[in-house]
């Protein structure tokens, strides 16, 4: 948990990391969230992945990264279409202990979905809503914020502009979350994050976000044209990693 404070001394370090990356070294920034949703790094943007893809992959998750029920490192393997250039839907399975045997005996499975209200334009951001493990098993009301197993349960409203700088790429995203289960915490409604990718590897994206809880660092690489590896860290203690693969169809 942070303070008000806390997050003000970190702001700057945040700044100073990413003004760096300029000192050091016009395609769309894109990542994938520990969700297996598009978006940065554990914060929603309004990136939307291009219509006709399908990623499969999964992710290591530190304990700090998932709700309290998960009180050791675990895993998730996710399904995420993107099915027009306005709508993307992904299917999530999280590992855990069900019956607190000290290993791996059930998931957890959420649905989460993203549309796009506005397309990115010269002069204004993309902005997109969503809703991240939108159901619940609880079977006489799918939605029930506050029963079931909705653990990661938010909707969100986020925006994203990016600008070409002498051939370098430079994202600024924003959120606004709002809880829709029993199980999350937030700090502040607020998250968001700048991305960069340098024109000398396009293929590479580094970010720096808020997820309304943590500061978080970290990137992501596309190797064999179709391979993403990300690597982050939270909280500037916790680190976490994923891979997926994204395969077009159209």
């Known amino acids: 948990m942070h303070s008000l404070k806390n997050i003000k001394l970190r702001l700057p370090v945040i ?39 399908v990623k499969i992959g999964g992710n290591f998750l530190n ?16 399904l995420n279409v993107t099915l027009f250039s306005f709508f993307e ?22 649905v989460s979905v993203k549309f796009r209200l506005l397309k990115e334009r010269k002069y204004l951001p993309a902005i997109v809503i969503g809703s991240n493990d939108m159901l619940t098993s609880n079977t006489k009301n799918y939605f029930s914020p506050s029963r079931g197993n909705k653990y990661f349960g938010t909707h969100y ?36 994050g700048i991305s960069f ?14 997820d309304t809880r943590d500061f978080n660092l970290g990137g992501n690489i596309l190797i064999f044209k179709h ?18 693969a994204q395969i077009p169809l159209l």
């Open 197 to 210: 990718r340098p024109a000398f590897l396009q293929e590479m994206t580094l970010i720096a976000e808020y």
């Open 15 to 53: 700044l100073l990391l990413v003004a760096s990356i300029f000192f050091i070294g016009s395609k769309q920034l894109s990542a994938q969230s520990t969700l297996g949703v598009t978006g940065l790094l554990n914060s929603p943007n309004a990136v939307m992945t291009k219509e006709g893809t």
């Open 157 to 192: 409203l986020a925006l994203s502009k990016h600008f070409g700088l002498n051939g370098h790429t430079l994202g600024l995203h924003s959120a606004y979350n709002i809880l829709s289960s029993k199980h999350q915490k937030i700090n502040s409604p607020i998250s968001g």
């Open 227 to 244: 391979l993403y590896l990300q690597l982050f860290i939270q909280d500037f203690k916790y680190f976490s990693f994923g891979a997926h």
């Open 89 to 110: 839907a992904a299917l999530t399975n999280t590992a855990f202990d069900l019956w607190d045997e000290g290993k791996f005996s059930n998931i957890d499975r959420s």
């Open 63 to 78: 304990t700090n990264m998932t709700p309290d029920t998960w009180d050791y490192n675990t895993f998730n393997f996710f």
